[in-house]
């Protein structure tokens, strides 16, 4: 079975950090590009940050440039997500996807084939 699991959520004070994780089974990271996504309760899914297959490549929404740093670890299929100094306004439930066909990484929802089933990141004193 194909499937992406995210891992890594939880609740967390203004300012603080937490690393979600989004591990693939039964298919091999290597030839996608990923992406994470976040979806606040009554907004639209959003991009949050993706990386190419290699790693060469990243992207960062403006709200979370140098706060968020996105990796990945092929020999271990999988890919993290370091947010660091989270606001009020990061809580959402944070998914990973898989796209298989874009050649560096993009934000559109309907280029992805996997979605993992979401983590909860909630920020608040």
């Known amino acids: 079975q194909l499937q992406l699991v995210e891992s890594g959520g939880g609740l967390v004070q203004p300012g603080g950090s937490l690393r979600l994780s989004c591990a693939a089974s039964g298919f091999t990271l290597d030839y996608y590009a990923i992406g994470w996504f976040r979806q606040a309760p009554g907004k639209e899914r959003e991009g949050v940050s993706c990386?190419?297959?290699?790693?060469?490549?990243?992207k960062y929404a403006d709200f979370v440039k140098g706060r968020f740093t996105i990796s990945r670890d092929n020999a271990k299929n999988t890919v993290y997500l370091q947010m660091n100094s989270l606001k009020p306004e990061d809580t959402a439930v944070y998914y990973c996807?898989?796209?298989?066909?874009?050649?560096?990484?993009?934000?559109?929802?309907?280029?992805?084939?996997?979605w993992g089933q979401g983590t909860q990141v909630t920020v608040s004193s």
């Open positions: 996807a898989a796209d298989r066909r874009t050649f560096l990484c993009t934000y559109a929802l309907s280029e992805y084939d996997y």
């Open positions: 990386i190419s297959r290699s790693g060469g490549s990243t």
